[in-house]
């Protein structure tokens, strides 16, 4: 596995990635400058928090004693909702659609996932302030 070493571009920190085959251990931020998975996932929340609006991605996941249980992520995964409430129903088009519900910073958010040949979900803030 090869190894390599930067310099976040955001909070300057040394960086050591072992590289994966299906991933870079980075993000590139504006200019191509490289961005540690926690700068990116501070950067997605001032995206939510400036516009209201984000592309993540609806994760299920199988839970030894608990079941299948959602999970709303970012690409690296550095920025994760578990609390997710999801609802089934049913798309013309795309047969099937996922309506999901998660709580960030006061908010509730909504995501819709249409079809089941892709994670991404379609998120918004709501007017709703969230209970917890």
Known sequence: ???????????????????????????????????????????????MRDHGKTCLYLLREYKPGSGY???ITN???SL????????VGRHNIARVRYDCW?????????????GDCTQIAHCKRTKNKSEK
Not at 15 to 33: C, M, Q, R
Not at 80 to 87: I, L
Request: proline share 3%; with cysteine; glycine share 12%.
């Open 102 to 114: 998660f709580n960030f910073e006061g908010f509730v958010w909504h995501g819709v996932q249409y």
């Open 69 to 71: 249980v959602y999970k």
């Open 1 to 47: 596995m090869k190894t390599t070493s930067f310099t976040c571009s955001r909070c300057k920190a040394e960086i050591t990635v072992d590289h994966l085959p299906f991933t870079a251990g980075y993000g590139l931020g504006d200019g191509g400058n490289k961005v540690c998975y926690g700068c990116c996932a501070e950067e997605d929340k001032q995206y």
């Open 75 to 77: 690409w690296p995964g």
């Open 80 to 87: 994760a909702f578990h609390d997710v409430h999801v609802k």
